[in-house]
C-alpha cells in the first residue's frame, strides 16, 4: 500500500468509525448532527481521494512511488517493468533512445513476443556517427567509443533480429536512426488510441540505468503531458532514417 492509498484507506476509515461511534453513545441532537456533517465530509473524501487531488490513474504498471496530476513515478527502471508495459500493449510501439541496448541484450525475447502478436514496433536508434555523441557520454558514463560502440550493436542486434522474422512478421519491425538531442528515452504505446500511455526515463549524468527515474502518463489521465511527449516522439520519428 503506498502513501496515497494509506491516505484514502485512514480517511474512509475515520469516517466510517466515527459514524459507528455516532449511532452507539447517546447524543444529542447538535452532536449528531455534527457527527453527520463529518460523516458526509470524510468518507467521500477518502472514497474519492484518487479524483480530488489527481492521483486516479487508468492504467496501473509495476508499483509507482507517486501518482501526481495523473502521471505515475518511479524510482527505478524495476518498478515498471519492461515485460509487463510491453504486455499491456494492443497494436503498435514506438521507442526512442540512444542506444536501446538495454531491451536489445535482455529483452529482444518479449519484443519478438509482441511482434508475433501483430504489434508495429518502431525503434529510433542515435545515429553513431551524429555531432551529439561525444556531449552525451557523461550522461552514460563511458566513452564516446563505448556509446558509439553500443549504439553500433544495438543496429547489428536489431537487424539481425529482423532477418530472422519470418516474411509477413518483417514489416512489423521498424529501425531508424535519429540525431535528435534528447535528455530521456520515450516507449509510446497505442498512440492512436484513447487508452495510450507513454513511459518516459530520464537520463541523469552518473546515474546508473537501473535507478533513473520513470514516469508513465496515460492520455486519459493527462493529456498535456502526454501530448506534450507525443509529439516529440513523431517530430523525431518523421525526420528519422529508415535502415
Request: glycine share 4%; aromatic share 8%; net charge neutral.
Amino acid at each position: 500500500m503506498n502513501t496515497i492509498e494509506r491516505i484514502q484507506f485512514i480517511l474512509a476509515i475515520s469516517g466510517a468509525v466515527i459514524g459507528f461511534f455516532g449511532l452507539v453513545i447517546p447524543q444529542d441532537n447538535t452532536n449528531r448532527i455534527i457527527l453527520a456533517i463529518i460523516i458526509l465530509i470524510l468518507f467521500p473524501i477518502g472514497i474519492f481521494w484518487d479524483k480530488i487531488v489527481g492521483t486516479e490513474i487508468s492504467i496501473k504498471i509495476g508499483k509507482p512511488a507517486f501518482v501526481k496530476n495523473g502521471v505515475q513515478f518511479f524510482i527505478s527502471r524495476e518498478d515498471s517493468p519492461f515485460d509487463e508495459a510491453i504486455s499491456k500493449a494492443k497494436e503498435k510501439i514506438g521507442f526512442l533512445s540512444i542506444s536501446h541496448v538495454f531491451a536489445l541484450k535482455e529483452k529482444s525475447d518479449v519484443i519478438i513476443g509482441a511482434i508475433f502478436r501483430n504489434l508495429e514496433i518502431t525503434i529510433l536508434l542515435l545515429n553513431p556517427n551524429s555531432d551529439i555523441v561525444k556531449p552525451l557520454e557523461n550522461n552514460f558514463n563511458k566513452s564516446t567509443t563505448n556509446l558509439k560502440n553500443d549504439i553500433e550493436e544495438s543496429k547489428k542486434l536489431l537487424l539481425n533480429m529482423k532477418n530472422l522474422l519470418p516474411e509477413d512478421k518483417k514489416h512489423l519491425l521498424i529501425i531508424k536512426e535519429h540525431t535528435s538531442d534528447i535528455g530521456h528515452s520515450l516507449m509510446v504505446v497505442d498512440s492512436n488510441n484513447e487508452k495510450s500511455w507513454i513511459k518516459i526515463e530520464e537520463y541523469v549524468r552518473h546515474v546508473s540505468p537501473t535507478s533513473r527515474l520513470n514516469k508513465i502518463v496515460c492520455k486519459k489521465d493527462n493529456i498535456d503531458y502526454w501530448d506534450f511527449y507525443n509529439n516529440e516522439f513523431n517530430t523525431i520519428n518523421k525526420k528519422s532514417i529508415v535502415i
